[in-house]
């Protein structure tokens, strides 16, 4: 199958769109699971956060199906081999953890006592899992620690980006614009 270049210099317009409204999603969902324990007493974001969340993990199937289609757009001649494997290196963590997140997340609701709706609007089955097995524990454990992770590769990529555009003068960012 060839794989096509669909928009020039720019990532096509699906990837584009899909990357803004995840990059938005997955912000919000990594906010609003580290201001879960200071805020509970005056909201409750945990329905919202899991419904984000079972959102991100259908488009991120979709992502990665319409990802097999096409080349990213090349890169300014001037950078380097590492940074080009640094900056895919860092996107495959993120496709990888925006399947990871939301599988540990349904599995740690599973095992909770309320009922997992998407916006409540439809019920999600829950998936067979107990409250003291060992894959509870490891999924809420897994969830904590690469929540962190998210959240740091998050700002090394927003700063990469921001470093291409504001100091090193180049199309880097306007690729995704
Ligand atoms: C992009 C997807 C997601 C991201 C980035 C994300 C991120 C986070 C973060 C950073 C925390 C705080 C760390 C912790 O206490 O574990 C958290 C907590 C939590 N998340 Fe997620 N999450 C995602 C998806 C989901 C999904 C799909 C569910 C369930 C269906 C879920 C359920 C929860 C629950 C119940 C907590 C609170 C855990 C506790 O404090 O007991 N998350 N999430
Ligand atoms: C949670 C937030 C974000 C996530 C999960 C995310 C994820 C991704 C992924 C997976 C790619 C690779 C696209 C591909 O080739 O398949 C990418 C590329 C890119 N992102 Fe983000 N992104 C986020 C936020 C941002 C922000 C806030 C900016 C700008 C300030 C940004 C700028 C870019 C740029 C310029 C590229 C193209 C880089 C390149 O070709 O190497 N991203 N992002």
Do not use: C
């Not at 996107?91 to 399947?99: E, K, S, T």
């Not at 470093?163 to 960012?173: E, Q, S, T, Y």
């Amino acid at each position: 199958m060839t794989r096509l270049r669909t928009d020039g210099e720019r990532y096509n317009q699906v990837a584009r769109l899909l990357h803004w409204l995840m990059a938005a999603l997955v912000t919000g969902n990594i906010l609003g699971g580290l201001l879960n324990d200071s805020l509970k007493d005056t909201i409750n974001l945990i329905p919202l956060h899991k419904s984000i969340g079972l959102t991100v993990l259908v488009l991120t199937i979709a992502r990665i199906a319409w990802r097999f289609t096409w080349q990213a757009p090349p890169y300014p001649p001037a950078m380097e081999a590492w940074q080009i494997m640094a900056a895919r290196g860092v996107q495959a963590a993120f496709y990888g953890l925006m399947l990871a997140m939301p599988l540990t997340g349904w599995v740690m609701a599973s095992a909770g006592k309320y009922p997992l709706t998407w916006f409540g609007l439809f019920d999600v089955p829950k998936l067979a899992v107990a409250r003291d097995s060992a894959l509870y524990l490891t999924s809420r454990q897994g969830h904590e620690v690469l929540g962190y992770l998210f959240a740091a590769l998050v700002a090394v990529h927003v700063a990469a980006a921001l470093r291409h555009h504001l100091i090193l003068k180049d199309r880097v960012l306007e690729r995704m614009l």
